[in-house]
T-cell receptor
Framework: GQNIDQPTEMTATEGAIVQINCTYQ??????LFWYQQHAGEAPTFLSYNVLDGLEEKGRFSSFLSRSKGYSYLLLKELQMKDSASYLCAEGNTPLVFGKGTRLSVIA | DARVTQTPRHKVTEMGQEVTMRCQPILGHNTVFWYRQTMMQGLELLAY????????DSGMPKDRFSAEMPDATLATLKIQPSEPRDSAVYFC???????????FGSGTRLTVV
């Protein structure tokens, strides 16, 4: 089975950096996904980590530690449009999501 | 851009009526998921298919929900009879997994009154 934990809500200031953590417990690891979901819209794919370390994609980076069952999503130079929910999911099929972290970016 | 198409976008129905939601996955994607999203529960997996074969529907209330994939271009989710507690947004997603991720459709917002 899978158990995924994320903080429920976070608030950060425009231009700042924010780190959204995700811990997971799984019987068989198959990578870690991050998705972004704006209110009223569908989730969109952000990143996939299968090896330990940091993967950078522009302002967004994702980190994985398989031994610790831990991942984080790092958002730099925050913009108002980054206000959304961020969902972590362990990559076993079926894909099971955490409850998501609602990020509010304030001026 | 290739996209997952879901119909209808919105559905309001009376309790007890049958509801059918449709999904056209992206051509070539071998895995299709159905999810339900509510504020309280987040994204819940209902069912999924690989190469059109149903692999897991343990998340669905079996007495009223059914999911099928009659061909590679169509997945359906039916609720019969519908109940007010079924009100939610239902998403379909398709993909190949791994670095390719999974692509979600725009969802069907279902309201059962």
């Amino acid at each position: 089975g899978q158990n995924i934990d994320q903080p429920t809500e976070m608030t950060a200031t425009e231009g700042a950096i924010v780190q959204i953590n995700c811990t997971y417990q799984t019987s068989g690891f198959n990578g870690l996904f991050w998705y972004q979901q704006h209110a009223g819209e569908a989730p969109t794919f952000l990143s996939y980590n299968v090896l330990d370390g940091l993967e950078e994609k522009g302002r967004f980076s994702s980190f994985l530690s398989r031994s610790k069952g831990y991942s984080y999503l790092l958002l730099k130079e925050l913009q108002m449009k980054d206000s959304a929910s961020y969902l972590c999911a362990e990559g076993n099929t079926p894909l099971v999501f955490g409850k998501g972290t609602r990020l509010s970016v304030i001026a | 851009d290739a996209r997952v198409t879901q119909t209808p976008r919105h559905k309001v129905t009376e309790m007890g009526q049958e509801v059918t939601m449709r999904c056209q996955p992206i051509l070539g994607h071998n895995t299709v998921f159905w999810y339900r999203q509510t504020m309280m529960q987040g994204l819940e997996l209902l069912a999924y298919f690989r190469n059109r074969a149903p692999l897991d529907d343990s998340g669905m209330p079996k007495d009223r929900f059914s999911a099928e994939m009659p061909d590679a271009t169509l997945a359906t989710l039916k609720i019969q009879p519908s109940e007010p507690r079924d009100s939610a947004v239902y998403f379909c997603a398709s993909g190949l997994g791994g670095n390719y991720g999974y692509t979600f459709g725009s969802g069907t917002r279902l309201t059962v009154v």
